[in-house]
């Protein structure tokens, strides 16, 4: 089992900046690929950007050169923003995919944190 605890969410005026963090525990060893999500009210959840154990990214074509994914050694998995544009408003959710043998992959997910961002 792996547990998400995401912090960093809130409010601020389009334009500005947020920085988002997620802290894994529990069977981190696990851990292969990290990431963001997120939902916007009416609509499916969808990904943001994702890291690999390797550093390698990938990011929705909405926040490529807004957005900056990073990950540290202890598996604590970031989000900065930038240019922050209404349209960004979500509940975003911190993912990592954990791999056992016996399990396969899974999905593990944090609780999510409200992002608004005022016009």
């Known amino acids: 089992q792996v547990q998400l605890v995401e912090s960093g969410g809130g409010l601020v005026q389009a334009g500005g900046s947020l920085r988002l963090s997620c802290a894994a525990s529990?069977?981190?060893?696990?851990?292969?690929?990290m990431g963001w999500y997120r939902q916007a009210p009416g609509k499916q959840r969808e990904l943001v950007a994702v890291?690999?154990?390797?550093?390698?990214t990938n990011y929705a074509d909405s926040v490529k050169g807004r957005f900056t994914i990073s990950r540290d050694v202890e598996n604590t998995v970031y989000l900065q923003m930038n240019s922050l544009k209404p349209e960004d408003t979500a509940v975003y959710y911190c993912?990592?995919?954990?791999?056992?043998?016996?399990?396969?992959?899974?999905?593990?997910w944090g609780q999510g944190t409200q992002i608004t961002v005022a016009s």
């Open positions: 993912n990592a995919v954990s791999y056992q043998i016996a399990v396969g992959p899974f999905d593990n």
């Open positions: 529990g069977s981190i060893f696990s851990i292969k690929t």
């Open positions: 890291i690999t154990g390797g550093g390698n």
